[in-house]
């Protein structure tokens, strides 16, 4: 077997390939707490196999929706795979959701089992918000809850065997990031994510591809679209360890990068930036790592620096850009040489690479006429290719208005080189005219000493306001001063703690709302049509 197949027998196929991985997490899973921190490949499938025979001992048939809210860590992926065994159809949703968010969703999946917490349940009912009654039956992964299954109960039931689908029938429902509101809730299917995703990533490449010898660490959101193709073509292509972080907090993930360190590394640009003190001195856990991977959001010059610079070896950082519905897109590699420090204006990470060949096109059109706009012209991004998802659970009609055929409609607005590269600006309800809010943010956390992260906000009729997290919770007024340099005037800058910036379960920015903390009004240049 030349590639990954079916997910639901991923774990199965795995041991056939006699795969020698040994897994390590940074903690227990939360569906086998007493079970340690470390498995083989075997041990992994037989938990799979357990889920599923408790799953079907819960009810779940084929067909069914299995919705998953919980914290974050890899067993995500372990109840996706023990779902699709039975032939239900896996939801996976963060718990960093807001509760009123969660409670929509799922009465969009009507699910026939809600696989949660006690602390999912809990949050809910102080916010007011009751989750239960929205799927047909709940379980909570800590034992006894009132009106839930007692998971003991269900627990040691052989498993059926094993369901198969067809490749084009839905697999897995994952949820956008939702940083403009109600994250859609994207379907996928066995060939889009498996045979496609994951099935492109397991192909052996040179340099970016996971070799033999390597610890491959993963630091993600593993509720959302990247963790099921990730983990199986990692698998696949069998590196001596894989290492699951669940936590961006750098005191957690410091004993476990130290015990482990890795060669191969791929977070949250959000954990990168958090982690950022870990990179600093010659006994820093990342200096043996040959390769950074970086995806789900903008990533800004002085963090590629900071890691970059932390390795003993000539390193790579592949900068990926995609969606949710369609994966990956874009990509671009990038070095030290790339990364240094420069008077110039436009900032290296804009540029997110090229098409991934033969597999993406990608067009740049006016937003209004929907006609190709010339290279060099800013335009709305609309791309082809055949990993997208099939449907939005619940808003068909908001799918269709963003699907024109085989195009699809990023709802991102950027600039197509003379080169073939693209240039991110921003999302279309993000933009501002004339500039780039990202670009911006970008330049100032280049300029500015001690500043931890920046966003910048359009709004019409007022300058432009940088919201910005410092090392120390101050911003030296000189160092701002001489940063804005030759930028475009701005408000005076308002700074924010880290946890004051509300954030999506993947670390982005929730733009809208952080315009409701700071009551600047919901108003921008964009019409938010394609969010």
């Given amino acids: 077997m030349g590639k990954p197949g079916d997910l639901g027998t991923l774990f199965d196929d795995l041991v056939e390939r006699r795969t020698g991985t040994v897994v390590r997490l940074s903690r227990p899973l939360d569906v086998a707490p007493d079970f340690g921190t470390e498995y083989d490949v075997p041990a992994l499938a037989s938990l799979v196999r357990n889920i599923a025979g408790w799953l079907a001992a819960a009810g779940v048939r084929p067909g069914d929706r299995v919705a998953v809210v919980k914290a974050n860590h890899w067993d995500y992926v372990l109840l996706a795979c023990a ?4 032939g239900a159809v896996p939801a996976l949703l963060s ?21 949660t ?12 918000v009751a989750l239960l009654g ?25 498993p059926p065997p094993p369901v198969f689908r067809d490749d084009d029938e839905p697999l897995v429902i994952h949820h956008t990031s939702g940083t403009t509101g109600v994250p859609k809730l994207v379907v996928h299917t066995n060939r889009s994510l498996v045979l496609g995703l994951a ?12 070799r033999r010898k390597d610890t491959v660490c993963s630091a993600i959101a593993f509720a959302h679209g990247r963790a099921i193709p990730w983990t199986a073509s990692v698998l696949w292509l069998a590196p001596k360890e894989v290492v699951i972080i669940d936590a961006d907090d750098p005191a957690r993930a410091e004993p476990v990068l130290r015990a482990f360190p890795p060669t191969t590394l791929e977070a949250l640009p959000s954990t990168f930036v958090r982690w950022r003190p870990l990179a600093a001195g010659d006994g820093n856990p990342f200096a043996g790592v040959r390769l950074f991977v970086s995806t789900f959001d903008a990533m800004h010059p002085p963090t590629l620096r900071a890691f970059l610079g932390a390795t003993r070896r000539r390193p790579l950082w592949v ?21 240094r420090a420069t008077a110039a204006r436009h900032p290296t990470t804009r540029n997110l690479g090229r098409p991934v060949p033969g597999r993406v096109r990608l067009r740049i059109v006016d937003p209004r006429t929907f006609k190709p706009v010339p290279r060099g012209t800013p335009g709305l991004v609309l791309v082809r ?47 501002l005219p004339g500039e780039s809010c990202v670009e911006l943010e970008d330049v100032l956390e280049d300029r500015v000493p001690g500043l931890v992260e920046c966003v910048v906000l359009g709004t019409p009729g007022r300058l432009p306001l940088p919201v910005v997290v410092t090392e ?60």
């Fill in 385 to 431: 290719t055949g990993t997208r998802g099939v449907d939005y659970v619940g808003e068909r009609a908001r799918w269709e208005a963003k699907a024109d055929g085989e195009w699809w409609n990023t709802g991102d607005i950027g600039v197509r080189t003379r080169f073939g590269s693209y240039l991110m600006l921003d999302r279309e309800v993000d933009f």
């Fill in 319 to 339: 900068q990926v850009w995609g969606q949710t519905e369609t994966g990956p897109l874009t990509f671009r590699f990038m070095t030290r040489r790339s990364l």
């Fill in 83 to 86: 779902a699709a065994r039975v």
């Fill in 117 to 128: 917490t006690r602390a999912v349940l809990e949050r809910a009912a102080e916010h007011g």
């Fill in 95 to 115: 718990d960093q959701l807001a509760p009123e968010t969660l409670r929509v969703l799922l009465s969009r999946l009507s699910p026939a089992l809600l696989v």
């Fill in 134 to 158: 929205v799927a047909r039956r709940a379980v909570t992964l800590e034992g006894r809850y009132p009106d839930t299954l007692p998971l003991d109960r269900l627990r040691g039931h052989e």
């Fill in 472 to 531: 120390n919770g101050r911003l030296d007024p000189t160092s701002w001063r001489k940063a804005l340099g030759d930028l475009p005037a701005m408000a005076d800058p308002l700074v924010l703690q880290w946890d004051q910036i509300p954030r999506t379960g993947t670390g982005k920015v929730r733009r809208m709302e952080l315009r409701a903390v700071i009551r600047t009004g919901q108003d921008t240049f964009g019409t938010g049509r394609w969010t």
């Fill in 199 to 210: 099935g492109a990533e397991s192909t052996r490449l040179p340099v970016v591809s996971c």
